[in-house]
């Protein structure tokens, strides 16, 4: 990593590949960053970097790194392995770690057991990806999606019945559909809506988007 590709990347300012850190203040919120990264495109996470582009540096590479190990290694399943790098500037120190997209997703924030105890259930076990400048908790049909693009997931064959064209129909005249919208216009559960939109997302047929309130899908191309 040449240090001009991070004073770019600098100038640039956060984005939903570039994500600055003064310091690593704890591995479950890097391993958050770092999870959103591999669950999404990939991206880049520069420590030493304060939210408004100031390079301030890092104390002690020692210190960042072991936090960051610690993340990688006990903070997400399955693991990670980024490549991270040490450039400097002048004076100062930024480390950039570097995630690429992940061919195993969903990579999940977990509580290491001798924590257990004391951490919040719902927290941990979640799916984190990109949204803009931000890393943001995924919803189960969003994780859902994920898992599907392991490469050792079941292929989905894609059949229209009569709720699937109520999906398109819907979309015929609609930018978008929700789980509840479905739900509510096919008079079915929504656990049974969310279930029959991710398989139209796995076939290829839909796409799921990141909302402020709810996910919403829309019609691929």
Not at 13 to 36: H, M, N, Y
Not at 138 to 148: D, F, I
Request: charged fraction near 30%; charge should be negative; aromatic fraction near 6%.
């Amino acid at each position: 990593m040449r240090r001009h590709q991070v004073k770019e990347m600098i100038a640039d300012g956060e984005s939903d590949t570039v994500e600055f850190k003064r310091k690593c203040v704890s591995p479950e919120k890097i391993a958050r960053e770092l999870i959103a990264f591999a669950n999404s495109g990939g991206g880049f996470l520069l420590v030493g970097v304060d939210d408004d582009g100031k390079i301030v540096g890092v104390e002690s590479e020692k210190t960042e790194m072991a936090v960051i190990n610690e993340a990688c290694q006990r903070y997400i399943r399955p693991a990670l392995e980024p490549d991270i790098h040490i450039v400097n500037f002048r004076r100062d120190d930024v480390i950039v770690v570097e995630v690429a997209e992940s061919q195993l997703k969903p990579h999940r924030l977990v509580c290491p057991d001798d924590d257990s105890q004391d951490r919040d259930k719902n927290f941990y076990e979640s799916v984190f990806v990109r949204q803009g400048e931000a890393s943001v908790q995924a919803s189960k049909e969003l994780a859902r999606v994920l898992e599907a693009q392991n490469p050792d997931a079941q292929p989905v064959t894609l059949s229209i019945g009569r709720h699937e064209k109520t999906v398109f129909e819907f979309l015929d005249s609609h930018p978008h559909i929700t789980v509840s919208d479905f739900a509510r216009i096919s008079k079915i559960s929504e656990p049974r809506a969310a279930k029959l939109l991710v398989r139209l997302v796995r076939a290829g047929a839909l796409n799921i988007n990141l909302g402020q309130e709810a996910d919403f899908y829309t019609l691929v191309g």
